[in-house]
Nanobody
Framework: QVQLVESGGGLVQPGGSLRLSCTAS????????MGWFRQPPGKEREFVAT????????DYADSTKGRFTISRDNAKNTVYLQMNSLKPEDTAVYYC??????????????????WGQGTQVTVSS
């Protein structure tokens, strides 16, 4: 089992930045792909970014490409999401996810078995 705990959410003005962190405990997540997803109010959960076990491969949703950066520190069992140039439409609950078996990056919710509790990000003036 892997437990994931997100932190770093909050209220930010449009154009601002936030950095989310997700720390894994229990069985190591460092050998597996990890991802960030989000769920805007009244909508389904959607893909944001993913990273391979080594950090050598990353992928982003079109809506976040060029503004968000995913990274990981396997020594700390932590994955990060740096979010810049935030827009009101980025408002959502952000979830960290870890795969139990897949090492390569994936934008599919189906490959992730472990999920954090979510952290709220609100972009508003």
């Amino acid at each position: 089992q892997v437990q994931l705990v997100e932190s770093g959410g909050g209220l930010v003005q449009p154009g601002g930045s936030l950095r989310l962190s997700c720390t894994a405990s229990g069985r190591t997540a460092s050998s597996y792909a990890m991802g960030w997803f989000r769920q805007p109010p009244g909508k389904e959960r959607e893909f944001v970014a993913t990273i391979s076990w080594s950090g050598g491969s990353r992928d982003y949703a079109d809506s976040t490409k060029g503004r968000f950066t995913i990274s990981r520190d396997n020594a700390k069992n932590t994955v990060y999401l740096q979010m810049n140039s935030l827009k009101p439409e980025d408002t959502a609950v952000y979830y960290c996810a870890s795969s139990a078996y897949r090492a390569t990056a994936s934008n599919s919710k189906d490959v992730y078995q472990y999920w954090g509790q979510g952290t709220q990000v609100t972009v508003s003036s």
